[in-house]
């Protein structure tokens, strides 16, 4: 029988499709805003709080939507963010200022509406940059994992070649396969075995290496390029992620918990090798490691 699912769990696995519709929910809201601009303008109607006070900036809807989210615009351009912040609070400005003279029955400065219109185009614009790179980069990002896709994992893999031949060290390719993941599905049913499929990418991100790149690979397995000092290094981050996946059980509902483990299989990829045959190896291991009874990482031989 399939168990029931936390609530609040499934809304936690698209962050990056929230990040969109909050975007666009914002960007409408203040187009009602300045639709009660308009009203203010033309029937000298007062347009609200959010519109008059002098800190109306922080008091508009977009404005405290974009401080709760400042983390996540600074993460994608840090200067456009503070343009941001610059612009819009202009941009009040200068309306405030035209409303504050129609409600006083004086004609609006000629200034203060250049002022509202060009900083209202540069926002809007800005906020478009934004969008697209939002969603460029989850062309290019699992909307489950958080984690990069397989794709371009090629060049990836050349740069890791390159930096083992400047820094004189190995590099690995390992393989990484939930153990009976399919039984999950099963048993619980498809959403729960996304959040477990997230459960085990957070974990094993949050255990890497500052030198180490982890993708998905597809379906329930990930591909690592790991660089290390000496075979010893290697071993050792290996069986870190391995006891982190098994050591980290995921709460499914209020009273269950699932303990999930992976199987590694790793090759040590050599000078000017394709990425294709350092992967077909590193498969090969995980499959003997499969065999072997799973929960565990297998290097290939030679």
């Known amino acids: 029988m399939k168990q029931p699912i936390e609530p609040g769990l499934i809304t936690e696995l698209q962050p990056m499709d929230n990040f969109i519709r909050e975007l666009d ?59 941001v912040i610059v612009v819009h609070r202009a941009m009040h400005d200068s309306i405030r200022s035209i409303c504050a003279n129609v409600l006083a029955g004086r004609p609006g400065e000629s200034a203060d509406l250049d002022a509202f219109e060009q900083t209202q185009t540069e926002l809007i614009k800005l906020l478009a940059e934004f969008k697209t790179q939002v969603l460029s980069t989850a062309a290019r990002q699992d909307q489950l994992t958080g984690l990069p896709m397989r794709f371009g994992i090629e060049q990836e893999y050349l740069k890791f070649q390159k930096l083992r031949a400047r820094h004189n060290l190995l590099l690995y390719v390992a393989m990484i396969d939930i153990d009976h993941f399919k039984k999950v599905n099963d048993t619980y049913g498809h959403p729960v075995g996304d959040i477990a499929l997230r459960h085990v990418a957070d974990t094993l991100k949050r255990n890497l290496r500052d030198n180490d790149t982890l993708v998905r690979f597809g379906g329930e397995e ?11 290094e290697s071993t050792a981050a290996s069986a870190r992620l391995i006891n982190a996946v098994r050591s980290a059980p995921v709460k499914i509902s209020q009273d269950t918990q699932l303990t999930l483990t992976v199987t590694m299989g790793i090759a040590r990829a050599t000078d000017d090798e394709q990425l294709g045959a350092v992967i077909a190896r590193a498969d090969r291991s995980l499959y003997e490691g499969k065999r072997a009874g799973r929960d565990r990482y297998i290097y290939a031989h030679g």
Request: with cysteine; net charge positive; charged share 25%.
């Open 25 to 83: 929910a914002a960007v409408e809201t203040h187009m009602d805003w300045t639709r009660r601009v308009m009203r203010c303008a033309v029937l000298h109607t007062s347009p609200g709080n959010d519109v008059l006070d002098p800190m109306a900036h922080t008091l508009c809807h977009f404005g405290r939507w974009f401080k709760s989210r400042a983390p996540d615009f600074e993460n994608l351009n840090a200067r456009k963010t503070q343009r």
């Open 222 to 232: 990930f591909l690592l390029l790991m660089l290390a000092d000496s075979p010893e």
